[in-house]
């Protein structure tokens, strides 16, 4: 099991990184794009703003995982029912949030790539919708790997100690059901 906590939260430490890294680039655009043109600015305004949340999200996820790992690893060596009794259904819940948050950035990506396409002649309205289309469809795509990658830990977490199935059930029990 504790092999399974440290896989996966040395890929949320590497994960905040690459979206802090991403921020950066998504700023660098922004601030190349800013003076080169009138109707440029609204795209390049909209890549600040998720450049500024990208680089937050990912410097606070890899801050914060180190010392959640170290709390978890100690509660699974001092108390390992407690830990999956804990553990079990937040996974459950992180990996339910996934699939929240990929149903958000597609809905996103239609109505910014719809909004974009009917309305390119006017530039601040088009610079809003593209910023707003590439930067859900980044999220979406790391939202993707991030529910593949919490999955696996989700069903070693679902397991208790002697074996069992815990009553949080595995990582497909957090999802929402289809009707």
């Not at 190349?32 to 600040?48: D, G, H, K, Q, S």
Request: hydrophobic letters at 55%.
């Amino acid at each position: 099991m504790h092999g399974a906590l440290t896989t996966y939260f040395d890929g949320e430490k590497s994960a905040g990184l690459f979206v802090a890294g991403l921020g950066l680039v998504v700023l660098v655009a922004a601030a190349v794009l800013f003076p080169a043109r009138y109707e440029l600015r609204a795209f390049a305004i909209t890549l600040a703003v998720f450049g500024l949340v990208e680089l937050a999200v990912g410097v606070g996820l890899f801050v914060k995982t180190g010392p959640q790992v170290t709390r978890l690893a100690a509660q699974l060596a001092s108390d390992p029912a407690a830990f999956f009794a804990a553990e079990a259904p937040r996974m459950a819940r992180v990996q339910r949030n996934f699939v929240y948050l990929e149903y958000l950035w597609l809905t996103l990506i239609a109505g910014a790539a719809a909004t974009a396409i009917f309305v390119k002649h006017r530039p601040t309205v088009n610079g809003v919708a593209l910023g707003v289309l590439m930067n859900a469809a980044a999220f979406l795509c790391f939202d993707l790997v991030a529910e593949r990658r919490g999955a696996v830990y989700c069903d070693a977490v679902s397991q208790r100690p002697d074996g069992g199935a815990n009553p949080a059930g595995p990582s497909s029990a957090g999802a929402p059901s289809p009707t």
